[in-house]
């Protein structure tokens, strides 16, 4: 089992947050965990990445990762794997980019600041190696450009190439597509699948689509108030849901011409 979450509590304060979350993940599973604003989504996959922000900890269970026990991570253990065993999409890859400094800049610093052994030329090949491989083109170009000089997409699109670039282990996406309009969601939500394809990378996908959930999940995970309400299988999920409130997330997919899409 690559990731196996037990029990997960999580608190700011006193106050719990999110309660009784269990995973199971292995190599080349995609979860999608699916849910309203403030369910509780972003937090869990903070909590497993070690980063919960102010005063959010991880009030109870285990997040057993590669055979470990993360939470009793240090820092520098943190260090080591974020960005290189664990890494995260964010929901706007923009906003986490220096608006002024060129992209190749920074995503060589950020080779380097994982990997310090390689040098500057190295690090400027994984990168447009990477870059190439999310479907961007002239990557050469797109390094000695600025933030703002690119889409909304292509933005999105260097955000999953510095989240794969050393091939990690798992690939948390926070809502990677909400920022964007339809088509290029499309492109997104298939280029993260042909990542997972070929790399056989694991991924845990934040989303309040079910019907992207539906699309690129082996399991869903459906959360409300911090809680989880159902979970499973995707066929399950979908087929034949138990609870309420998934049941009104999977009304809420659109119907044209009498087919529901999902």
């Not at 690559?2 to 999110?18: A, F, H, M, R, T």
């Not at 369910?39 to 900890?57: D, E, N």
């Not at 990557?139 to 690119?150: K, Q, R």
Request: aromatic share 4%; with cysteine; proline share 4%.
């Amino acid at each position: 089992m690559l990731l196996e979450v037990k029990d997960l509590e999580i608190s700011y304060g006193k106050k719990v947050v999110v309660a009784g979350v269990n995973i199971e993940l292995e190599k080349g599973e995609i979860l999608s965990i699916v849910g309203e604003s403030g369910s509780g989504k972003t937090t869990v996959i903070r909590a497993i990445m070690g980063c919960l922000p102010g005063a959010g900890r991880v009030s109870g269970g285990t997040v057993i990762f590669d055979g470990k026990d993360v939470l009793q991570n240090t820092r520098d253990q943190w260090r080591d794997i974020s960005g290189k065993q664990i890494s995260i999409i964010f929901q706007d890859s923009g906003s986490m980019i220096n608006p002024i400094r060129r992209i190749g800049g920074q995503f060589i610093d950020y080779i380097r600041a994982h990997a310090p052994e390689k040098s500057e030329d190295e690090a400027y090949k994984m990168a447009t190696d990477m870059l190439t491989n999310v479907r961007l083109p002239n990557p050469d170009t797109v390094m000695n450009s600025y933030p703002f000089e690119l889409s909304g997409g292509m933005r999105q699109r260097v955000g999953i190439a510095m989240a794969i670039v050393f091939s990690p282990k798992i690939i948390m996406a926070d809502e990677p597509t909400s920022a964007l309009d339809v088509t290029i969601q499309a492109q997104i939500v298939r280029q993260i699948v042909d990542v997972r394809d070929q790399y056989n990378v694991a991924v845990i996908i934040v989303t309040h689509n079910l019907g992207v959930a539906s699309y690129m999940s082996n399991k869903i995970m459906v959360m409300k108030g911090g809680r989880v309400v159902e979970g499973g299988k995707r066929e399950d999920v979908i087929g034949n849901p138990k609870d309420d409130h998934t049941k009104q997330l999977l009304r809420a997919v659109p119907v044209i011409g009498a087919e529901r899409y999902i």
